[in-house]
Nanobody, 116 residues
Framework: QVQLVESGGGLVQAGGSKRLSCAASGFPFTRNAMNWYRQAPEKERELVAYISSTGVITKYVDSVKGRFTISRDNAKNTVYLQMDSLKPEDTAVYYC?????????WGQGTQVTVSS
């Protein structure tokens, strides 16, 4: 079955950095685009970053452009989210996501808290 396991969250001061990882299994990772989402308290989940199957194409929500970088290692079935210049408003649970056989999958999420 599809499994997505996020790691790397935690507490960081504003202006700091974090790198999130997502280990994927149960589907053809190398042929799948991947996404990072986040959900802040009392807010809807939002798409933060997208990466194509080969990693050539990346897209970001405007609020993180220039600060976050999505990447992938297809040899390790892992997708990353490098987050720099973090702001308190980046505080959220971060999820990686994949769409496979017309269904959407997310991991359990990893909490990122940015203190001011």
């Amino acid at each position: 079955q599809v499994q997505l396991v996020e790691s790397g969250g935690g507490l960081v001061q504003a202006g700091g950095s974090k790198r999130l990882s997502c280990a994927a299994s149960g589907f053809p990772f190398t042929r799948n685009a991947m996404n990072w989402y986040r959900q802040a308290p009392e807010k809807e989940r939002e798409l933060v970053a997208y990466i194509s199957s080969t990693g050539v194409i990346t897209k970001y929500v405007d609020s993180v452009k220039g600060r976050f970088t999505i990447s992938r290692d297809n040899a390790k079935n892992t997708v990353y989210l490098q987050m720099d210049s973090l702001k308190p408003e980046d505080t959220a649970v971060y999820y990686c996501g994949a769409r496979y056989l017309y269904s959407d999958y997310w991991g359990q999420g990893t909490q990122v808290t940015v203190s001011s």
